[in-house]
């Protein structure tokens, strides 16, 4: 009798579930790491939005002037304290990439800005030829814009602060 071997070529099913079970793997491996691609970049996103609502909040209140923000022009409560100005909501929307699949992400925000009092910013000069003790101007009113926004179950927020003339 001949002894003949038997040559095995080729992969064998253990080879093949163990190769398939390592591309699972990796496949959700890189699913996770994309997952997280796209958290990062909407974090930025709501945080690169949030400073340009604030900062185009600061630009529409410079541009209707000093003289709109006074405080015989500003709500109060009961107390005579100036209440925050509160825009709810504004909403931004960007198309984004992070990865093969274009994404539209949307953010909702709010805005609560915070006006100075008027003798914050007095100056008070004094004239003998008016025959007046002194006098008192408003030159400047600071505003402190706080604009918060929900990311995965915590509110975000950022404060700008800015003068307007």
Known sequence: MTNLKKSKGGFGIV?????????????MAI???HGGN?????RIRGRDGATEVAQNLID??????????YDENLAKDDA????????????RTWQGQPG????????????????????????KASSMLLGSDSIEHV??????????????N???????SGVVR
């Open 38 to 42: 796209h958290d990062s970049l909407l």
């Open 100 to 123: 093969a699949v274009t994404n539209t992400m949307t953010v909702n925000y709010r805005a609560e800005i915070t006006v100075s009092r008027d003798d914050e910013y007095k100056t």
């Open 154 to 160: 915590s509110t975000q927020s950022i404060t700008v």
């Open 31 to 33: 699913m996770n790491m």
């Open 139 to 152: 030159f400047a009113k600071r505003l402190d814009v706080t604009v918060s926004w929900k990311f995965k």
């Open 60 to 69: 529409s209140l410079g541009a209707l002037g000093l003289a709109s923000l």
């Open 15 to 27: 080879e093949a579930l163990v190769a398939a079970a390592v591309l699972g793997f990796m496949y």
């Open 80 to 91: 005579g304290n100036i209440k925050p100005i509160i825009i709810d909501p504004i909403v």
